[in-house]
T-cell receptor
Framework: GQQVMQIPQYQHVQEGEDFTTYCNSS?????IQWYKQRPGGHPVFLIQ?????EVKKQKRLTFQFGEAKKNSSLHITATQTTDVGTYFC?????????????FGTGTRLKVLA | DTGVSQDPRHKITKRGQNVTFRCDPI?????LYWYRQTLGQGPEFLTY????????KSRLLSDRFSAERPKGSFSTLEIQRTEQGDSAMYLC??????????FGPGTRLTVL
């Protein structure tokens, strides 16, 4: 079945450093979403990528969708303590006749002040 | 607050008991998901509704798990004969017009 892996599992950075998490799917995706979950909270939608090679920016966050639509990345420039949390990607494949999103394993970010 | 509510927020039960959780999605959303999340893991798909129709169920949804959305509005998830392995956070999400999922605060289940 479809699998979505994320690396790294954990990342500790000093405030001001950059951070990147990578998401890889075993199958080609129709779209990919990114979510942030703060400690003790629920996932919050950040963005959706649909097109091959798509790049979207939200302030200090840059999201990329790979050319083959099987991988994606989230890059945070100059991290702040408010960036702390777990970042999940969630992949969707319409060709497999499914409605479900497969969430990645997540990358837990800790920012040291 | 995303507008999705779940009740109860916490449930402690003894093994073998039945439990039922409720999710109230954003009113104009006709698509609804249930997920299970354990510590350190991503949300794991359980089931999907479009209006009142249950269009997909995970294989993880054994015969002890059932979900309904009788009028296409709120949804319930029932677990019969709970086991300790059922202890987890149960999340509901309603899906918006751009496919974004709005998650509720979740119901944390502890099976003793």
């Amino acid at each position: 079945g479809q699998q979505v892996m994320q690396i790294p599992q954990y990342q500790h950075v000093q405030e001001g450093e950059d951070f990147t998490t990578y998401c890889n799917s075993s199958t080609t995706l129709s779209n990919i979403q990114w979510y942030k979950q703060r400690p003790g909270g629920h996932p919050v939608f950040l963005i959706q990528l649909v097109k091959s090679g798509e790049v979207k920016k939200q302030k200090r966050l840059t999201f990329q969708f790979g050319e083959a639509k099987k991988n994606s990345s989230l890059h945070i420039t100059a991290t702040q303590t408010t960036d702390v949390g777990t970042y999940f990607c969630a992949g969707y494949s319409s060709t497999s006749g499914t409605y479900k999103y497969i969430f990645g394993t997540g990358t837990r970010l800790k920012v040291l002040a | 607050d995303t507008g999705v509510s779940q009740d109860p927020r916490h449930k402690i039960t003894k093994r073998g008991q039945n439990v039922t959780f409720r999710c109230d999605p954003i009113s104009e959303h006709n698509r609804l998901y249930w997920y299970r999340q354990t510590l350190g893991q991503g949300p794991e798909f359980l089931t999907y509704f479009q209006n009142e129709a249950q269009l997909e169920k995970s294989r993880l949804l054994s015969d002890r798990f059932s979900a309904e959305r009788p009028k296409g509005s709120f949804s319930t998830l029932e677990i019969q004969r709970t086991e300790q392995g059922d202890s987890a956070m149960y999340l509901c999400a309603s899906r918006g017009s751009y496919n974004e999922q709005f998650f509720g605060p979740g119901t944390r289940l502890t099976v003793l």
